[in-house]
């Protein structure tokens, strides 16, 4: 398995927010992470990257134990992380945003950025234009492409299509899933739009309270029953 979670507890201070979770993703498998807002999801993320410390429980790296590990090792090993809320560098030009994504890389960044924007195209026309210039969506498309930088084996994605218009949502699935492919990428997926993640899901979570409480199949997204105990879920 790339990744195994074994009853991860996790907390913010005295307040509990990850009572007990357990799954795993193989290689080259992409995991959606469904859920209301504040049932755990995001804090979920925070701890697999290491910004939020575990209580109890294992995280596994590719068979290496990594629970401990701080958030820089993290990457190192492999996992890149984009954040909700994208933050990227809003005073630096697209380019010296993926130049920072190439940081922790040896070795010259220029065939790594011109590899990730063949995967990027639209991002090709706008390398002088500051971050914070950019659309909601092409801060997206550049939230993701920095991190690809960093050459992750393992992609977490927290809200990639919040706030973003619908035709940059479908450039983002299809980015991905080529990638997927292309890369063997594996992915884990905390989203509420369910086209979205039933588009690039080969499993979903669903999480409640901290807890994962069941599993399903994307198809099944389309069951009113079940899209019915998430009120307030994209469709």
Do not use: W
């Given at each position: 398995m790339m990744l195994e979670v074994r009853d991860l507890h996790a907390a913010y201070g005295r307040i509990p927010v990850l009572h007990g979770v357990t799954f795993a993703v193989a290689e080259g498998?992409?995991?959606?992470?469904?859920?209301?807002?504040?049932m755990g999801k995001t804090s979920l993320l925070r701890a697999l990257m290491g910004?939020?410390?575990?209580?109890?429980?294992?995280?596994?790296?590719?068979?290496?134990?990594?629970?401990d590990w701080?958030?820089?090792?993290?990457?190192?090993?492999?996992?890149?992380?984009v954040p909700q809320g994208r933050d990227i560098f809003p005073n630096l030009?697209?380019?010296?945003?993926?130049?920072?994504?190439?940081?922790?890389?040896?070795?010259?960044?220029?065939?790594?950025?011109?590899?990730?924007?063949?995967?990027?195209?639209?991002?090709?026309?706008?390398?002088d234009r500051l971050g914070g210039?950019?659309?909601?969506?092409?801060?997206?498309?550049?939230?993701?492409a920095r991190c690809l930088c960093g050459k992750p084996a393992l992609l977490l994605l927290d809200e990639p299509t919040e706030g973003i218009q619908p035709s940059i949502v479908d450039e983002i699935i299809e980015r991905l899933a080529r990638l997927k492919q292309s890369r063997r990428l594996t992915m884990v997926l905390v989203e509420q739009n369910l086209d979205f993640i039933a588009a690039?899901?080969?499993?979903?979570?669903?999480?409640?309270?901290?807890?994962?409480?069941?599993e399903v199949a994307p198809g099944n997204l389309q069951d009113p029953d079940l899209v019915g105990e998430f009120v307030g879920v994209e469709r």
């Open positions: 498998q992409s995991v959606g992470v469904l859920g209301h807002n504040g910004f939020l410390p575990t209580a109890g429980g294992t995280v596994m790296l590719d068979q290496s134990d990594i629970t701080p958030p820089y090792r993290r990457s190192r090993a492999g996992i890149g992380y030009s697209v380019l010296d945003n993926l130049r920072m994504g190439c940081a922790k890389e040896t070795g010259a960044d220029g065939p790594v950025i011109e590899s990730v924007l063949e995967e990027f195209p639209r991002l090709k026309r706008l390398l210039a950019l659309s909601g969506g092409e801060q997206q498309l550049l939230a993701i690039l899901s080969d499993r979903i979570l669903l999480i409640q309270k901290g807890r994962i409480t069941r």
